[in-house]
């Protein structure tokens, strides 16, 4: 089916992958549309056929304490 002379099997099995600039602002999108700025993308880690994209809520990033959370873990 995806076997010609212009596209050989070889590369038409191989999957197609996205730059991690663009997978981060992807998720950053979609986050931003969700509530603007609720959610900041932290990290971005490659797997074999996808891109993991953490996010954290801004709070979180600056200070490492997460919201509502209260002195000595009490």
């Known amino acids: 089916m995806f076997?010609?002379?212009a596209h050989p099997a070889s590369l038409a099995s191989r999957p197609r992958s996205i730059e991690?600039?663009?997978?981060?602002?992807?998720?950053q999108?979609?986050?931003d549309s969700e509530g603007p700025r609720q959610l900041v993308v932290t990290h971005a880690e490659e797997h074999?056929?996808?891109?993991?994209?953490?996010?954290?809520?801004?709070?979180y990033v600056r200070t490492g304490e997460a919201l509502g959370e209260?002195?000595?873990?009490?």
């Open 48 to 59: 074999e056929l996808v891109w993991i994209v953490c996010h954290q809520s801004p709070e």
């Open 3 to 5: 076997e010609d002379e």
């Open 29 to 31: 999108e979609h986050l």
């Open 20 to 27: 991690r600039e663009f997978a981060v602002r992807l998720v």
């Open 70 to 74: 209260y002195p000595n873990g009490k």
